[in-house]
């Protein structure tokens, strides 16, 4: 399996309630984050990920409404999380240069209270995404084609 | 040693009033959808104080503002600019305590650093851009003996400012001080975690100001930052943050036509030579110091030393005499002048900063020190308190990878000078690094070849005006705390002009 890149669609990776293989997932969802996502999706519309880098809230997924950040060639599609009771699941995106020094690892969108900074959605809520992150196994990374 | 009082109380010489608007024209006013959010002590936990929750209409009210103000600012004389920055430091100066506690509890930073950091550089910031001003020069270009090209500096207009919450001042000031010094006027939009002691700052110096000139706005990113960015009537936009956001700002950007400067953090090695420990003299006690850096701010600065690289001939002496220096850092209330390490400054990167410690360990690294949440007992239990925390481990695990901003260093080891900058340039961003060596050639040699904007060398954490600051790579666009950033807030104009009384002769 290869990653596609670039901001079409991209089935490869990621089942998201999108009826795929069953295959090791880059990225999951809480069930507070599900539940956050539902909410913020009333609000805002649709909504998509990408993970920030750098300083201050570097590090956290920022959450906008869908388009809102305009992707290109420079980022990777790592998956989509699926939020019951949605039209459609919500697509995660990182940036190619950061997905290398990521990329051994699986991530899971989680709240904390907080407020965040940058334009995230959530942030007016007194709530933050966060990622809490795990190594993926031997048998994820080949299944993934990382190995 | 002095503990001063919490702000507000009645031995304070800080007064908090229960709420506070927005400083817009010159004058403090409610949000216009009314509405507020609350202020949190990161020390304790407990809100404060509340802040108007800034939206589009609000951002829109300062615009307008800053617009009436902008010609008649525009016009003044640099003399007169100058002088009311040099006014506005000597107020801040004549209150630097007061300030300095206030940026205290609204950050949750120690006291000793915002008493002698924070707020001096603040105070001096404004006057090297007052300095710069009157010393600035146009330029003429002689095209031929009858035509002359004069270039003028011109400002830019209405420009919006959107401030980071590590150093709330200091961060408002190093982007104020330029802009409003080469004649601009501002609509800023502080960082929702600290809202309040830039209002203080304002309560004191607003007035120097013409009303319009200044324009604060306080409120989430989403309802008051976005729309101040993505607006057509400012004509630049100067951000601190990551780089999503940066991105995000820079399309935005794009959209208008209008020009960015942006610093978006970094990941910065603190590379320590063999010859640093030849000798346990002053200068090895200053390179201890050195790497005990990350701690300041509590590792919430974008240069923050956050990776180290030890030589390995030396790696196991100097790692027990660097843990040792970070077992000495005293955590405590930030407002006593005894404490050397303050609270992180929100409950999300408190968590943030713990799961790193959890994805480090993961990947195997070997934590020296630290690596848990602080609990200080008393009314400091609710308060964000990290340990400082010394891991070893790898290059390419994600704590060597990005910005944890707490304080947290992640150590590794180098054979040689072609090791060191390998691991060193290693990284997406390339806003700072450290190189200690007692060999002059070889600081020079690290120096150049470090992809990185500022490399302290002997030294780490300075930042003095009238040295230029800002990123390589995926760390910004831009160069900040120099008389260059005079020109990231101007046009320049240039009138060619002819004094020949003769036709072309093409017509």
Redesign the interface.
Known sequence: MSLSSGGGDDTSVGDGGVATPAVARRVDATSAAVDLLRTMTVKHGPLMFHQSGGCCDGSSPMCFPDGEFILSDADIHLGDLAVPGLDRPVPFWMSVAQYEYWKHTHLTVDVVQGRGSGFSVEAPEGLRFMIRSRLLTDDEMAELALL | MTVYSTPGSADSPVSVKSRYGHYIGGAWVDPIKGQY?ENIAPATGQAFTEIA?GTAEDIEAALDAAHAAADAWGRTSPAERSNRLLKIADIMEANLEALAIAECWDNGKAVRETLAADLPLAIDHFRYFAGCLRAQEGGISEIDENTIAYHFHEPLGVVGQII???FPILMAVWKLAPALAAGNCVVLKP???TPWSILKFAELVGDVLPAGVLNIVNG????A??PL?SNKRVAKIAF?????????IM?YASQNIIPVTL????KSPNVFFEDVASSHDAFYNKALEGFTMFALNQGE??TCPSRALIQSSIASDFLADAVKRVEAIVQGNPLDTATTMGAQA????L??IL??F??GR??GAKTLTGGARADLGGELSGGYFVQPTVFQGDN?M?IF?????GPVVSVTTFDDEADALKIANDT??GLGAGVWTRDSGRAYRMGRGIKAGRVWTNCFHQYPAHAAFGGYK??GIGRENHKMMLDHYQQTKNLLVSYSPDALGFF
């Open positions: 959010f929750r980071p919450w590590n960082a929702e975690q989430f990113g989403v309802e930052g976005k960015a601190t943050g990551e780089t999503t956001t940066g991105r995000l399309q610093e978006l953090g970094g600065v974008c929100s409950n999300d990167q968590e943030k799961s790193y959890d994805i993961q990947e390419s994600r990878q990005e910005e944890i901003f997406l961003y995926q760390s």
